[in-house]
């Protein structure tokens, strides 16, 4: 994936990866069951960047995880 796409085509392209919509949807479930931590996430932006910055160094462990959950799941 080219890093200048547009906007536009880059929205389409998430909007359709399957992988990306539970990558989502694990990130939604872990915060519903830690509200603390998202209260502080929206009150300090740059907890932003760091929450950001854990998920890039910890993409390829996430990435085999959602692999292991699609297997599980067939």
Do not use: T
């Amino acid at each position: 994936m080219c890093a200048y796409r547009p906007i536009r085509r880059l929205n389409q392209y998430y909007k359709s990866n399957e992988g990306f919509k539970a990558w989502i949807k694990a990130n939604e479930q872990w915060f519903k069951e830690n509200p603390n931590v998202f209260k502080q996430l929206l009150r300090n932006p740059n907890m932003v960047n760091l929450f950001m910055d854990l998920m890039v160094m910890n993409a390829p462990r996430i990435e085999k995880r959602l692999h292991r959950h699609a297997r599980n799941k067939k």
